[in-house]
């Protein structure tokens, strides 16, 4: 099938790998000509596992290419994507002018039936004015135009084993033929077995901010529950142990540290907040997920300066900068948070992550970067887990430790056993389980 990718972020360019990985004739299409020379050399502008492998494979092949010019991806398409940015207005609700772009582009460069799909996550509604624009902006070559919701379920660092074997495929359209064009879509992924969804168009839209909020909203009540633990002597490891045993609730995402970051969860919980207040339906679960999350920070802050007493001229090193392991992405990072607080303290702030570390001295340039974890930590009064990248849960702890000044680790990340902690006399800080002092 002739498919064009409108935008060539994180869904967007593994929407493009994946599709064409399995067979279809795949267009990208990004407004910036610089990321478009950079992925036609093969090279995607963001780390994610396997990502550039599959580009390489597929664009060799010939069944994926990119271009600047979004008439040339629509030319001949039988689906388009929008796979566009939906950040937060000053208000939290999602701007969705490129959304509108992307709809008067396929309107006006369309040349045939087409099937536009909303795959970016945006509020239930969305695809009604998508509708709206196309019908407005249609040029005379555009054919039959149906829109779909197809909202994406992908994770960073797993992204391109998510998308090519999907929990659920989730489809929202108004007809038969629309649901069908998108089984055939998918056929390769759905006879592998993945299972398919049907709903009507709001029932998607509202679907996809319902999972990432409930998803947020598992890891704050973990996070509250945390500092419950550390109050009253439990340990909220073992407690989300219990929780989880039972199948109605299940264990993942109850893992309690500095909290959730990334592009999605905290724009997400903010936009699906504003759509509820603009329906009028009050929903106000929603901002206390997001009052927790913000509370997690503060709670690793508050152990730094319990640890240290003043910060002020101490060197505190932070391991792990991007938002979660596997990803160079720092958006919303606990660990760039938490930098920003202390270097408010006064503290001088040094910082190594695998992948994120440029990211991260783009967005703080007042934290300082270290080449390797054990670097950041020689001299420094204290170290933080901020991101559970399993070369740091790999370290050698003898060699870190004996390089700081004082052996100090807060984990924001629960990574180390408490018990190895002890034997290594270290003065250990894990979350929401009881402090061990050396
Ligand atoms: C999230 C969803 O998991 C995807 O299903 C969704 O498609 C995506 O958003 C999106 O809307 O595009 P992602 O942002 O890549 O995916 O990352 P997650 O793996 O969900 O992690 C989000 C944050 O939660 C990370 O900062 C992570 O460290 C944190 N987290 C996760 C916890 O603090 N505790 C946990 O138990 C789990």
């Known amino acids: 099938?002739?498919?064009?990718?409108?935008?060539?972020?994180?869904?967007?360019?593994?929407?493009?790998?994946?599709?064409?990985?399995?067979?279809?004739?795949?267009?990208?299409?990004?407004?910036?000509?610089?990321?478009?020379?950079?992925?036609?050399r093969g090279d995607p502008w963001f780390y994610e596992p396997g990502l550039k492998e599959l580009l390489g494979e597929t664009m060799q092949a010939g069944k994926l290419r990119f271009t600047s010019d979004p008439g040339e991806a629509m030319s001949g398409a039988e689906v388009v994507f929008i796979c566009v940015g939906t950040p937060p207005r000053a208000s939290g609700e999602?701007?969705?002018?490129?959304?509108?772009?992307?709809?008067?582009?396929?309107?006006?460069?369309?040349?045939?039936?087409?099937?536009?799909?909303?795959?970016?996550?945006?509020?239930?509604?969305?695809?009604?004015?998508?509708?709206?624009?196309?019908?407005?902006?249609?040029?005379?070559?555009?054919?039959?135009?149906?829109?779909?919701?197809?909202?994406?379920?992908?994770?960073?660092?797993?992204?391109?084993?998510?998308?090519?074997?999907p929990d659920r495929i989730l489809i929202g359209a108004e007809s038969r033929a629309a649901f069908d064009k998108m089984r055939e879509l998918y056929a390769p992924l759905?006879?592998?077995?993945?299972?398919?969804?049907?709903?009507?168009?709001?029932?998607?839209?509202?679907?996809?901010?319902?999972?990432?909020?409930?998803?947020?909203?598992k890891i704050s009540y973990v996070n509250a529950l945390a500092r419950l633990c550390e109050k009253s002597g439990g340990d909220v490891v073992a407690v989300a142990d219990v929780m989880g045993s039972d199948d109605r609730i299940g264990r993942s995402f109850l893992n309690a540290g500095l909290g959730y970051g990334g592009y999605c969860f905290p724009k997400d919980v903010q936009a699906f907040e504003s759509l509820a207040a603009r329906l009028g339906s009050d929903f106000p679960l929603l901002g206390e997920i997001a009052r927790i999350n913000d509370q997690s920070v503060d709670a690793a802050c508050e152990k730094?300066?319990?640890?240290?007493?003043?910060?002020?001229?101490?060197?505190?090193?932070?391991?792990?900068?991007?938002?979660k392991p596997g990803t160079d992405d720092v958006r919303n990072a606990p660990a760039l948070a938490l930098a920003r607080k202390l270097l408010l303290e006064g503290a001088r702030v040094v910082g190594y992550?695998?992948?994120?570390?440029?990211?991260?001295?783009?967005?703080?340039?007042?934290?300082?970067?270290?080449?390797?974890a054990y670097d950041a930590?020689?001299?420094?009064?204290?170290?933080?887990?901020?991101?559970?990248?399993?070369?740091?849960?790999?370290?050698?702890?003898?060699?870190?430790?004996?390089?700081?000044?004082?052996?100090?680790?807060?984990?924001?990340?629960?990574?180390?056993?408490?018990?190895?902690?002890?034997?290594?006399?270290?003065?250990?800080?894990p979350t929401g389980r009881p402090h061990i002092s050396s």
């Open 353 to 372: 992550d695998p992948e994120g570390s440029a990211n991260a001295k783009a967005d703080c340039p007042q934290l300082e970067i270290a080449p390797d």
């Open 190 to 217: 759905i006879e592998k077995g993945a299972p398919v969804i049907e709903t009507d168009i709001p029932t998607a839209e509202l679907a996809k901010h319902a999972c990432n909020a409930f998803l947020a909203l």
């Open 1 to 40: 099938m002739k498919v064009g990718v409108v935008g060539t972020g994180h869904v967007g360019l593994v929407t493009c790998a994946s599709l064409a990985a399995v067979g279809h004739d795949v267009v990208g299409n990004d407004l910036d000509e610089e990321k478009v020379a950079q992925l036609r």
């Open 377 to 429: 930590a020689t001299d420094a009064h204290c170290v933080v887990i901020c991101t559970e990248w399993a070369e740091i849960k790999e370290l050698d702890l003898g060699k870190l430790t004996s390089a700081m000044a004082y052996p100090v680790i807060v984990d924001g990340r629960n990574l180390f056993d408490p018990e190895e902690m002890k034997k290594a006399g270290v003065s250990y800080y």
């Open 304 to 323: 730094v300066v319990e640890a240290l007493w003043n910060v002020e001229g101490k060197k505190v090193a932070l391991l792990g900068l991007a938002f």
């Open 94 to 165: 999602a701007n969705l002018i490129a959304v509108e772009h992307a709809a008067r582009n396929v309107a006006k460069h369309a040349d045939r039936d087409v099937v536009v799909v909303e795959k970016s996550t945006v509020p239930a509604g969305t695809a009604q004015r998508v509708k709206r624009t196309l019908e407005r902006e249609r040029s005379g070559a555009m054919g039959h135009a149906e829109v779909v919701s197809n909202p994406e379920f992908l994770r960073e660092g797993s992204a391109i084993e998510d998308s090519l074997n």
